[in-house]
């Protein structure tokens, strides 16, 4: 076993690998070909002379030794960071929060935190990184990010199977919607029934972007027509104002619907509610972080009832 040649990229990598969960995603995310983080992946199993993910059809796993080495990678890769920070005089670490969130959280309450604390707290820097929720509890395991905005579904289980487990609070919990254009026929009504949602064209997130359809009304008892398929949510909302298709939100979302589209409730099915949880590694937060905390609580507590 010799780490002395292991290079930066290598580690780099395997961190990538760690948290995308898929050779491919990781790729996508370093800009890489997929070619090439193989490469750097046999290499670094290689210097450890034993295998540090498990190769599985839906993506990899880290092995006992490869959490062993995530962990002293994760903190040789955070002090080089440091390091660049200090020489180019950014703030230091010490002033620097890390977050991830889910698309939904980018765009009330997010930037209403950051306001706060732009105000409040101006040495506080906080970095941004949107992404799926697993993407994001992976990012919190390999320690690339402090804190994450992430979102849950019924029947609410944890967040991984992985030891410790990760802190989350609820910041709130809402009920899904549904996003109409105003011309609709079922915009009339002050609800949708859901019988009425069968036939109806969908615009939903791509399937890699870990939101597992979201955009599709849950527990549809016929395949969905998914006409379009969109990350952003605002280029959903903006579709839904073209009369291109029907898709779901959160009710917070009602607030920043473009002209042309009506947020409406569904009735006659079990209620469906969202939660938007703030989580973290259970060890001590520093001080930025728990500055951080509040200011996004406080946020969740000003977009509404939670």
């Not at 062993?68 to 040789?76: N, P």
């Not at 973290?280 to 946020?299: I, K, M, N, Q």
Request: glycine content about 8%; overall charge positive; proline content about 8%.
């Amino acid at each position: 076993m010799d780490f002395k040649d292991v290079s930066l990229t290598a580690l780099r990598v395997f961190r990538a690998v760690a948290e995308q969960g898929t050779f491919t995603a990781a790729a996508a995310s370093l800009g890489y070909t997929q070619s090439a983080v193989s490469r750097q992946i046999a290499s670094i199993e290689r210097a450890a002379d034993t295998r540090l993910l498990d190769r599985r059809r839906d993506g990899v796993q880290l092995t006992a030794a490869g959490h062993l080495v995530l962990r002293r990678a994760s903190v040789v890769l955070d002090e080089i960071e440091r390091t660049a920070r200090e020489l180019s005089g950014m703030p230091d670490h010490a002033g620097t929060v890390r977050v991830g969130w889910v698309p939904t959280a980018g765009v009330v309450l997010l930037p209403r935190a950051i306001a706060a604390l732009r105000a409040g707290h101006p040495g506080i820097t906080v970095v941004t990184r949107e992404g799926g929720t697993p993407a994001l509890v992976r990012a919190l395991r390999t320690g690339s990010i402090d804190l994450a905005l992430i979102s849950s579904a019924p029947p609410y289980r944890p967040l991984d199977s992985e030891s410790p487990a990760l802190v989350a609070r609820t910041l709130t919990e809402r009920s899904l919607c549904l996003a109409l254009p105003a011309a609709h026929p079922l915009a009339r009504q002050d609800y949708v029934d859901i019988a009425d949602l069968r036939g109806q064209r969908w615009i939903a997130a791509p399937p890699s972007s870990g939101d597992r359809g979201m955009g599709v009304w849950p527990g549809l008892d016929e395949r969905p027509d998914i006409v379009h398929t969109a990350r952003d949510w605002l280029a959903k909302l903006h579709l839904v104002a073209a009369g291109a298709g029907l898709t779901t939100v959160p009710a917070t979302l009602a607030q920043v619907a473009p002209p042309g589209v009506r947020v409406l409730p569904v009735r006659g099915g079990p209620q469906e509610h969202r939660r938007l949880l703030l989580a973290r590694l259970p060890d001590p937060p520093a001080e930025a972080t728990v500055r951080v905390c509040e200011a996004l609580r406080t946020a969740a507590l000003e977009t509404g009832v939670p």
